[in-house]
């Protein structure tokens, strides 16, 4: 509740290394997060959103939680374990909802390593 | 008037739900009675076999229920002649036969004209003819929630093939002058298609009155099953038309290299049929029939003008409310916000340093929090993006009524609304 009435890290990250726009179609709720890496690390990540409360507090919990994490450990986050981490028990509607934000991240960290690969 | 309570008795799903629970998903699906339940119990208890094969009695019996259930339902609309049903699995399913047999006969440049408050069940379809070239436009709104009559007229062109309009609609409870719309499109020589998945569980609706070439609804809107829906069609149209699906059932004789075919309505029925569903429908059709259906209209009219009263009265902080304030032209849906919440824009994003927050709660919470309520109500686009991009939101809260909702189910909607702003109220 109190992630999704004052939800951190809520803006768009300066000269971003990796932006993201990701959807759930089912309901219209939209994330976008933007990451900076340094030496193979989040060092910093930012979101805007628009959506329940359960997809923004989730954006919110996840841009703390990843900031400093290496790349390689933020792109095999666990779904199952993340969706316990956040201490409240989703129904499975609702669970998509919590991942969203997990979604643009992973596929922000792939848009960047394919970027480096092919510079 | 109807009695809501004395209804209720006559589901026995409410038995399970308790007298505290307000189903308020009745746009999605009503809930069924026990004479439908029983109806297709019994199909299976003591008449099951195929129809239209066997020469023997207990098919005989199959068929001939299949067929009075036809016969019920081409009553029930006025159809005047049972030939003109043919049943399909739904409203969508109606319409994508018709998207196939009548787009054949379009060409490039054609136009089809729908409405911007379509289900997308009357868009989809149609946007399939678009690698042909068809083009789709779409009627506009008016303030009101009305259809602009004026876009109308000047969106009709001689290029209009097909005009396909919902008679009510799922989101804004807009329910349209179908009869002079028919009439606007038959002047101009086109097909006139009314989308009735909304109308015809909820109101009195004559096919032959309303002069529609063709009219689709769903049976597990109106009481009966899920799998099983109605097209009427004029019969010189089905049987000038080509077939939608082959198969068995739908043939007259088939050789090496052709087949004839079936007569209408068979023609367009291949496969063996969803015959308990047909039961069930039947069934289904009774029991409206009994309450009778400017009974049940006057009912939802009741409620919805219950609600806008109590709308008003309840003064819910940031509540927003969609659809023509004339029940005259307004059926038992309520869909509603607390707070806007527009959609993201891309192209701010890219821009802009930032977009604010939305102060708005968003549906799904609002939905979820009326379920702890015991509130069953829908959130989301409903199945019509294109009306909520007209309308700029993300998505709506959506109560929706029938025969056994009360006022006290209207009540129970607003006092747990006023729970939810005090929770999510940022």
């Known amino acids: 509740m109190d992630h999704y009435r004052n939800p951190h890290n809520y803006g768009i990250v300066q000269n971003a290394a990796s932006k993201i726009i990701e959807y759930n179609p089912v309901c219209g709720d939209t994330i976008q997060i933007t990451i900076r890496v340094e030496n193979g690390k989040i060092s910093d990540a930012k979101f805007i959103g628009r959506g329940c409360s359960i997809s923004q507090a989730s954006a919110s919990i996840l841009t703390d939680m990843v900031k400093g994490m290496p790349l390689e450990e933020a792109k095999n986050i666990d779904e199952d374990k993340y969706i316990k981490s956040l201490g409240i028990t989703l129904g499975p509607s609702r669970e998509k909802c919590a991942l969203l934000a997990v979604n643009a991240l992973k596929k922000c960290i792939k848009d960047y390593q394919k970027g480096e690969e092919s510079k | ?313 309840h003064n819910v902080p940031d509540l927003i409310s969609y659809g023509p304030r004339n029940t005259e032209v307004r059926s038992g849906v309520y869909c509603f916000n607390i707070g806007e919440m527009s959609p993201l824009n891309i192209n701010d994003l890219a821009h802009e340093e930032g977009v604010q927050m939305s102060q708005a709660i968003h549906p799904h919470d609002v939905s979820e929090m009326l379920d702890d309520g015991n509130v069953a109500v829908r959130s989301g686009h409903h199945c019509a993006m294109p009306l909520a991009e007209f309308l700029n939101v993300v998505a709506t809260s959506r109560a929706s009524y029938y025969i056994y909702n009360t006022r006290e189910d209207v009540d129970r909607l607003f006092n747990v609304l006023v729970k939810v702003v005090k929770k999510y109220g940022r």
């Open chain 2, 1 to 313: 008037m109807l009695s809501p309570l004395q209804i209720k008795k006559d589901f026995p799903i409410f038995e399970r739900l308790g007298p505290d629970y307000s189903y308020l998903d009745n746009a999605a699906t009503s809930q069924k009675p026990y004479s439908v339940i029983r109806a297709m119990e019994e199909f299976y208890e003591l008449h099951n076999s195929n129809v239209h094969r066997g020469i023997y009695r207990l098919s005989e019996e199959a068929t001939n229920l299949y067929e009075k259930s036809r016969e019920k339902v081409s009553d029930f609309i006025n159809s005047k002649d049972s030939r003109q049903i043919v049943f399909v699995r739904n409203t969508t399913e109606a319409i994508n036969l018709l998207s196939y047999t009548l787009g054949r006969e379009l060409k490039k440049d054609d136009e089809i004209l729908i409405t911007i408050l379509e289900h997308h069940s009357n868009i989809v379809p149609w946007q399939f003819l678009s690698e042909k070239g068809v083009k789709l436009r779409y009627v506009m709104l008016n303030p009101d929630m009305t259809l602009d009559m004026d876009d109308l007229q000047r969106k009709l062109t001689k290029k209009t093939r097909i005009v396909s309009i919902a008679q009510s609609s799922n989101v804004l409870g807009t329910i349209s002058d179908v009869k002079e719309i028919g009439k606007i499109a038959h002047e101009n020589g086109s097909t006139f298609v009314v989308d009735a998945a909304q109308s015809v569980p909820h109101m009195p609706v004559d096919a032959t009155d309303i002069d529609a070439d063709f009219l689709a609804f769903s049976g597990h809107k109106m009481l009966g099953p899920t799998g099983i829906g109605v097209l009427y069609g004029k019969y010189d149209l089905l049987d000038r038309m080509p077939p939608f699906m082959g198969g068995g059932e739908m043939i007259s004789a088939v050789y090496q290299d052709h087949s004839t075919y079936a007569d209408v309505p068979q023609k367009y029925e291949a496969g063996t049929p969803n015959i308990e569903g047909a039961v069930g429908l039947s069934s289904a059709v009774d029991y409206l029939r009994a309450l009778g259906m400017d009974q049940v209209r006057e009912h939802e009219k009741d409620l919805i003008e219950y609600t806008l009263k109590k709308e008003e009265e």
